[in-house]
């Protein structure tokens, strides 16, 4: 009877690793996404409308896409984009700063990853209006999705188009 409950210890034991195991899988998206590649989450904070769906939906696509998000009202979007040194071409309905960058509108992850990773001498990275199927947005992807580098003199250029 001893060693039937000592190998049901066992079996339990490896259970709870296999759990443990599983729930360092559930992380790695946040350690993916950690610059300093490590389990960290990227810390986020949304400026944004309190009447927009969409700003909330971009919150909850970061969320899941392993990042940290607070979220800050803003009632101007004029102020917030002159704030923050966002070109009215670049306009889009929510800025978001990660460390010292700006993200105008639905960026998806994957650029937001790129610039941390190469971490150029940009203000930050915009995608103007709300596109279709972008981060947040409903309807159907159409076309590619090109992302604006925006240089610390408010200048833009491409950042990478997906």
């Known amino acids: 009877m001893k060693l039937n409950k000592r190998i049901k210890q066992v079996m339990m034991a490896a259970g709870a690793v296999a759990v443990g195991w599983g729930a360092v899988t559930l992380m790695t998206p946040a350690t993916e996404n950690s610059p300093n590649g490590d389990s960290t989450p990227i810390q986020a904070i949304v400026y944004r409308s309190p009447t927009c769906g969409c700003c909330g939906n971009y ?9 940290e998000v607070e979220t800050e009202w803003a009632q101007d979007n004029e102020e917030r984009r002159t704030r923050f040194g966002i070109p009215n071409d670049l306009a889009s309905c929510h800025t978001t700063v990660v460390g010292d960058y700006v993200i105008e509108g639905h960026v998806p992850v994957e650029a937001i990853r790129k610039l941390l990773e190469e971490k150029p001498a940009l203000r930050g990275i915009a995608m103007p209006g709300m596109p279709s199927g972008s981060p947040g947005m409903p309807g159907a992807k159409r076309g590619e999705f090109v992302i604006y580098a925006i240089n610390k003199e408010g200048a833009e250029d491409v950042f990478m188009k997906i």
């Open 59 to 67: 919150f909850s696509y970061l969320k899941k896409s392993g990042f």
